[in-house]
């Protein structure tokens, strides 16, 4: 039986396991690894910061820098929402093997880890939420001024900086028995190269030439990774700290509806953690969740099966008395 047709596994992704055979933990990134992880997180971040002056003050933006960026921004994004989150972490949906390979790809573009390991540390965030054993909550360190700014940094980017490794064989069994999710997380450094040249690559053919190629490099590629890299990670910061919260979650997760349309419908996080094997975050009226619209399109399309859609038999129970 492969992953696409086996059962979720919600005692790692809801948030019901526990002490186990195996430990939470399995040992520490080594020196290339952690030096890896800063190049990832820094460079695009540094290329975040470049972008408003080069943009602004030199100009140094075409249309074909935004068209590409905006549809590796969509790629890379939804790989990140649809399919490292909702399907791989949670099971919300069925995949056939040409999807599930393409969702693994997609995700692994926005340079966010290889899959098995994003997946297994997303999978222990909802093990422990907001408890210790959560990599990245902002509650572990004080409630006062400095306490909440350390948690921010720490739930928001400092997590990634830590050398502890999440114990795959605990969190990921599935996926490490999946032959093609192996080979695709093995294969990571070449789709991180993949993901920065192929937008240059692009720009170079729209523009014929290589300016158009190296701004198509900075903006399409460095830019909007960081940009994809500060909204996922606001979703573990902003919407576990502030917020609303009309359902009944276990943790602080809350809903904020400004990043929404940025996230793919990732910051209707109160109701993901409330029910966190649902395929839709947004279910309230006028919620937009776009990685649900998407998903409804691989379900007409017989790619995607057995979706976990909300009822509201479900709604109803984990909605918050008023």
């Known amino acids: 039986m492969t992953v696409a047709d086996s059962p979720a596994r919600p005692a790692e992704s809801d948030g019901a396991a526990g002490p186990g055979p195996k430990p939470i933990l399995d040992g520490t990134r080594g020196l290339p690894q952690q030096i890896g992880v ?66 693994a790809v997609a995700g692994s573009l926005a340079m966010q880890g290889p899959v098995i390991d994003w ?9 422990f939420s907001d408890k210790e054993g959560d990599p990245h909550s902002p509650w ?20 990634l900086f830590d050398r502890d490794q999440t114990n795959e064989e605990r969190f990921t069994p599935d996926l490490l028995a999946d032959t093609d999710i192996r080979r695709v997380d093995a294969l990571f450094g070449l789709w991180s190269v993949l993901t920065l040249l192929v937008p240059a690559g692009l720009g170079a053919l729209v523009t014929w030439s290589w300016q158009g190629a190296l701004t198509a490099l900075f903006w399409a590629g460095l830019v909007r990774v960081g940009l994809l890299h500060h909204v ?35 910051s209707w ?52 008395e008023a």
């Not at 997946?119 to 093990?127: E, G, I, N, T």
């Not at 573990?236 to 979650?249: E, T």
């Not at 996080?269 to 619209?293: E, F, M, W, Y």
Request: with cysteine; hydrophobic share 45%.
């Open 140 to 159: 572990l360190h004080g409630s006062g001024p400095l306490g909440l700014a350390k948690g921010f940094w720490h739930s928001h980017m400092g997590w």
């Open 119 to 127: 997946v297994a540390d997303h999978r222990r965030h909802h093990a």
């Open 232 to 266: 996922t990670w606001s979703i573990n910061s902003i919407c576990h700290m502030w917020g609303d919260r009309p359902f009944a979650a276990r943790d602080r997760s809350a809903n904020v509806w400004p990043l929404a349309i940025a996230s793919f419908g990732e």
């Open 38 to 103: 800063y190049v990832f997180v820094m460079v695009p971040l540094l290329a975040l910061v470049a972008a408003i002056p080069l943009a602004v003050g030199w100009g140094l933006l075409g249309w074909s820098d935004v068209v590409i960026g905006l549809v590796f921004y969509v790629v890379s994004g939804l790989g990140i929402t649809v399919g490292y989150h909702r399907y791989f972490t949670h099971g919300s949906f069925k995949a056939n093997r040409p999807l599930r390979i393409g969702l």
């Open 269 to 320: 996080h109160n109701l993901h953690h409330a029910d966190p094997t649902c395929a839709r975050h947004g279910v309230k009226r006028g919620q937009v969740d776009i990685s649900a619209r998407v998903i409804r399109t691989f379900e007409k399309l017989g790619w995607a099966t057995a979706v976990r859609w909300p009822t509201e038999r479900r709604l109803q129970r984990i909605a918050r």
